[in-house]
């Protein structure tokens, strides 16, 4: 079993930035895909960025050039960096872990982007 916590959310003003972060914790393999997802209230669950061991990152166009995905091996985590936040960047962020014989997801951050 992996178990992951996010941290890092909040409320922040259009233009700002967050960092959210998402510790891993278990049967750690070093071969993984990890990825940030977010969902809006009524909306479904869409993924937002993916980070592999080998530092491989994939983005979803709306957030190119404003989130910067990126891990530390030696602490487990991984990070997302947002900048340049906007309204429709409000959301429930969710981490999740896909590793042989498993697929892991924490339970939710908070990202509020408002004036």
């Known amino acids: 079993q992996v178990q992951l916590v996010e941290s890092g959310g909040g409320l922040v003003q259009p233009g700002g930035s967050l960092r959210l972060s998402c510790a891993a914790s278990?049967?750690?393999?070093?071969?993984?895909?990890m990825s940030w997802y977010r969902q809006a209230p009524g909306k479904q669950r869409d993924l937002v960025a993916t980070i592999v061991n080998t530092g491989y990152t994939t983005y979803t166009d709306s957030v190119k050039g404003r989130f910067t995905i990126s891990k530390d091996d030696a602490k487990n985590t991984v990070y997302l960096q947002m900048n340049s936040l906007k309204p429709e960047d409000t959301a429930v962020y969710y981490c999740n872990r896909v590793q042989e014989k498993g697929d892991y997801w924490g339970q939710g951050t908070q990202v509020t982007v408002s004036s």
């Open positions: 278990g049967n750690i393999f070093s071969i993984y895909h």
